[in-house]
């Protein structure tokens, strides 16, 4: 039932490829616009939103954060993020214009059923994005994107995150071409690209032996950092998730401009810090996660940087690179994140934890 993997996580890993797949499959229509089955919200009604709040828990929160990053970029609406537990309790200003976007993969977690039962109540719209059909979630919500990643069965969310960013950016260049802003021509080519992710993350999965011996090489460590810029922010957060979760490490995650406000303090001779690099381009994001990656190591730490391959500006910074296909910086997290995945994962084994359930935890929390 674990295809031969050791944990049901492992498995789900390597499953990523195809449940990405999964997800984009039947989402074209034969002229190429596209198509979400059980959008069930008319044109009219999408272009009537003048504002989108996300609502989610742990890994879905942070899928909902790189979607914030693709709806403003693609779809020129204002988004704003919220934790599911926080949502209702500060009387957030909603109407029938406000799209609440409620991001589950078990469809049942009790936080944000309670935030989207709050959205109705105020005459908001709600779509879910879940993975789990039939689940309440979905059945109280407006609308639908269901992700296909099948059952997923480890504790620690993997397939289901990478998924669920898949739904966030058909979201995100749906709604750009049913306003039609003027980045419908990148339509497209976006779709074009996710289409190549499957491919490209299979490319990262063939690695997978590089980062568990890196991963076994930190086996004791007290504190492991994470970094990341623009959409690797959430990125490096989720990373350091994996790593509480499975490890039981201290691990926290930063955006790399926000180090010299204060965290660069915590940095000691030695302290690992796995950054994720954005993508080389035009704008100013690549030089300056690089002089964030500078400072820490000139303070002493081991830097770990995922940085597209060919990258030499990273790998001069770097005292190991983990080399990602290149990709657009909006959908660079979903290659991103597999080899935090894969470092949690073999480094929480090293330490004889049992990954697939890590204590305290349950894999949908129904309790508020
Ligand atoms: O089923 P949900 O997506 O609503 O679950 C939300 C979180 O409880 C979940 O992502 C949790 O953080 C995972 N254990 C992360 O690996």
Redesign the pocket.
Known sequence: EKDGHDWFMRKEIFEQPHAVADSLLGRRTRTGELQLDEMRLSDQELRDIDKIIII?????FYAGMVAKYAIEHWCRIPVEVELSSEFRYRDPILDYSTLVVA???????AD?LQAIRHARLQRSKVLAICNTNGSTIPRESDAVIYTHAGPEIG???TK?FVTQLVACYLLALYLAQVKGTRFGDEIADVVHQLEAIPGHMSTVLDRAEEVYELARDHVGERTVLFLGRHAGYPIALEGA??LK?LAYIHAEGFAGGELKHGPIALIDEGMPVLCVVPPKGRDQLHGKMLSAIQEVRARGARTICLAEEGDRSAAAVADTVIELPKVPVLLQPLLAVVPLQLFACELATAMGHDVDQPRN?A???TVE
């Open positions: 989610a828990a742990g890994t879905s991001i589950s993969q078990s469809g049942e977690t944000t504790v620690a969310s289901g998730l994996k979760e935890l894999k949908s929390v």
